[in-house]
């Protein structure tokens, strides 16, 4: 796509090349509808995967809720403002994609009909294969839809899912803190320690189950973080296109429609992921609380089991894993930050040379024809 900009009210975005085009899929380049693709379809294996457990994860769960039964409103509240966020801001996201396309078509595909003109200019990779119909159109529309939702309800699944697991550890460490200072008998700490042991059990479980999510969520995220960053940093929002000379002033945002859902989509995408890592950090953080509180029962009261739940706080990992190539604590997301700063910078050290020798030699080859004349 190309951003022409006459005025601040006289520019809009559309088509360089079809496959340069930015939609969710486009946004990121020729890479960006096969990964988008090949990401929802794991997506879908794993939440199938997901189905076949879940019966018996709900039976491990009911089975916990028995021994240690807890009502918590506020995690209620949590998962649904969390998901009324999630699913507006989607939403909203899938709004202004669709205006960028409209506006990009009625400038690009001025010599076809407002849909076909909408639909190839918004899925150029499937109409430059294949040729366009109505119902074809509307079958490529609604498999976009369906990514797009499949996309964000996988981090909306973790996130809830870290609330939930984040609130059973918590219920644990209400007791513990209540429990500070005092001098309990060694049946309260037993107790204790087989109510921790219980609801780590529960994460691990629940780990195994939806571990499959989590890493294909991290590594989509990662991976469109990266190249939209890549695209914006070498490029801006702007570049150029074979439509940049057409401006538009009866588009509903003023022809600055794929600008303004560009930024959006970016800051969406990257304050998604933020919220997924921070969320899910959560329960780990929420399973070292306990060790503050052993190291502080006093002397005349301290036994062997205050000393086996201390050294099983510090001697295990209790959080979420991506299949066990990672786990979801506080230090990941520094990880993943340094990661996509080590990208960026790779990146523009193989891109630099060959921008400036293109920037370069057209500077050159002018200044010896003028040197000649």
């Known amino acids: 796509m190309g951003f022409a900009q006459g005025s601040p009210h006289r ?26 693709t090949i990401a929802t379809c794991i997506t879908m294996v794993m939440f199938l995967q997901v189905a076949r457990s879940w019966p018996r994860l709900v039976q491990h769960i009911a089975a916990t809720e028995e021994l240690e039964p807890s009502f918590n409103r506020l995690l209620i509240n949590k ?3 969390t998901c009324i966020v999630v699913l507006v801001l989607a939403f909203l996201e899938l709004i ?82 209540a429990a500070q200072g005092k001098y309990l008998p060694e ?8 109510d921790y042991c219980r609801i780590t059990q529960l994460v691990r479980r ?20 990266c190249l939209q960053l890549y695209n914006t940093l070498e490029n801006g929002i702007k570049g150029t296109g074979e439509c940049s000379g057409r ?19 970016l ?26 509180v052993l190291y502080a029962v006093p002397s005349p009261v301290y036994c062997v089991e205050v000393q086996r739940l201390l050294d099983q706080v510090h001697g295990d990992t209790v959080a979420l894993t991506g299949l066990q190539f990672f786990s979801i604590t506080r230090t990941l997301l520094l990880t993943i930050a340094g990661t996509i700063v080590t990208y960026e ?20 080859t002018t200044s010896a024809v003028i040197a000649v004349a």
């Open 11 to 36: 520019s809009v975005l559309c088509h360089a090349h079809p496959s340069a085009s930015r939609d969710v899929h486009q946004i990121v380049g020729p890479p960006g509808p096969l990964i988008f």
């Open 267 to 292: 800051v969406y995408l990257i304050a998604r992921s933020v919220a997924v890592s921070m969320i899910a950090s959560q329960i780990n953080i929420a399973s070292l609380v306990p060790a503050r």
């Open 79 to 81: 998962c649904n403002i």
């Open 345 to 364: 910078l790779v990146m523009f050290q193989f891109t630099t040379p060959s921008f400036l020798a293109a920037t370069i030699s057209p500077t050159i």
């Open 187 to 194: 049946i309260f700490w037993r107790t204790i320690r087989q």
């Open 247 to 265: 401006f538009s002033n009866s588009s509903l945002l003023g022809g600055s429609e794929a600008a303004v859902y560009f930024l959006f989509s």
């Open 96 to 177: 202004l994609s669709m205006l960028s396309a409209f506006a990009g078509a009625m400038v690009c595909q001025t010599d076809k009909a407002l849909y076909e003109g909408f639909v190839t200019h918004f899925f150029p990779w499937v109409f430059n294969e294949l040729p366009y119909s109505v119902y074809l159109g509307v079958m490529t529309q609604f498999l976009h839809f369906q990514s797009t939702l499949i996309g964000n309800f996988s981090d909306l699944f973790v996130m809830c899912m870290s609330y939930y697991l984040t609130a059973r550890l918590e219920h644990i460490n209400a007791k513990l803190l």
């Open 206 to 225: 629940v780990d195994e189950v939806i571990s499959g999510i989590v890493l294909i969520s991290f590594a989509s995220n990662l991976f469109f973080i």
